[in-house]
């Protein structure tokens, strides 16, 4: 989620983090106020816009009816975050999720996580793993940045969903769990060969030797990332056509079997043939941005193949529709736009959220501890500010549902965008870009003070 990262003289391993931080969209850092939007609308008439059309959200059952009025027959749904360290952002995704699963038959959530570690999940709140607690289940978030989803509040969300699916009556399906991402390749390698055991004995040593690529990789202290560099560098062959290959042998098995475990092996093989090729970009001339967003995007469409409606949870730079942001400008896509242009604009509803102060849960560096942080005072341009001055704690906007709020929305204003590294005292170079909110979500739910999500032990 960024192009950008602050300076530093130190060299070695820190030029190395440094690197791979700029390429590693996370950082959310799109170069977005060397160019302020001219003529701003009255700022005044946009804040009484909004204040007399908002929807104050108070933490009462009846607090997202309208959304859901609003979401109508949508399949898919996109729920955004600003940060990755807001506790209100899960928690409000979690409350709205419950009411489309309950009201609305959505059966499936994904998220902006790697598939391996979310298969763990997904048996956890179906009902299939020896994991005593949500909290045991999310254990193989090891690497950085755990705390996205190892956090007491996501954790709490694990533990609804378990039960919505133990109280359904015997033979129906239950709400499923997966991971989109391309992260932790290595660990995915091992599930998907530890599948093709139970299929083919032969697949499972071809597999195996494909693979051997990641296996440098797997311990904590080797980031996968590093096989591009390795590759690039000519340290290590290039197994794209091995581990492509592959996706093909467990799709075919996959299709055989037609069931839960050889569905979960195709999307572990995608991971790894996915990761290969985003690592690969990310040292290379191509762009690894665009690499991931495709990636995602086909996830989610072959999730919906086998599911009828899916929520994801992910950042708002995924969520919201590039065309309507700087990423687009800089001709970069997102899962939103790619959703609008694959399903159609009346099967996709996009809501970003946002907050203006209180705290976050970040690093300073790729690989770097994380910690609480105090948000920075937004940037006086910002939509952050403005929603700040319409003075109500938390509220929603919704864009098809109002288009004269819509037009006071569809304004190019900086957006701020925090990753998993948050650089306070270098806002405006690493944290905002230029978005129309009416454009780029469909609805916005803003919380104006917000706190740190609780990392797990």
Known sequence: MGTSIQSTSIAGKNRRRRLLAAALPWLLALPALAEPAPSLPDRAETVAAIRAQAGEITGQPQDYDALLASIGAARLVLLGEGTHGSAEF????????????????????????????????????????????????????????????????????????????????????????????????????????????????????????????????????????????????????????????????????????????????????????????????????????????????????????RHGKAVVWAHNTHQGDARATGYGAAGLLTIGQLARERYGEEAVFLVGLTTAAGTVRAASGWATTDRVKELAPAHPDSWQALFHDVGLPAFLLDFRRDQGLAGHLEQRRPDRAIGVNYFPDAEEKNHYHPVRPARAYDALIHIDLTRAVQPLP
């Open 90 to 305: 899960y928690r409000e995704r979690a409350r709205i999720t419950r009411r489309l699963i309950a009201e609305k038959g959505f059966d499936t959530v994904i998220l902006e996580s790697g598939w391996a570690p979310a298969a763990r999940l997904d048996a956890y709140v179906r009902g299939r793993s020896a994991d005593r607690s949500s909290g045991e289940a999310l254990r193989d978030y090891r690497r950085f940045p755990g705390w996205t989803w190892r956090n007491a509040e996501f954790a709490a969300f694990l533990e609804e969903l378990r039960a919505h699916n133990a109280a359904l009556p015997p033979g129906r399906p239950r709400v499923a769990l997966y991971g989109m991402d391309i992260y932790e390749a290595p660990e995915a390698a091992v599930k998907v060969v530890d599948y093709l055991r139970t299929r083919d004995a032969t697949a499972a040593r071809r597999a195996k030797g494909d693979y051997r690529c990641f296996a440098p990789y797997r311990r904590q202290a080797f980031d996968p990332m590093y096989y591009g560099r390795d590759v690039a560098r000519g340290w290590m062959p290039s197994c794209e056509k091995r581990v492509g290959s592959r996706v093909e042998a467990v799709r075919r098995l996959a299709a055989e079997a037609g069931d839960d475990a050889g569905f979960a092996a195709l999307l572990g093989a995608r991971t790894v043939h996915g990761a290969e090729a985003y690592y690969r970009a990310v040292y290379g001339r191509g762009g690894s941005w665009n690499v991931r967003e495709r990636h995602l995007a086909e996830s989610i469409d072959l999730i919906l193949g």
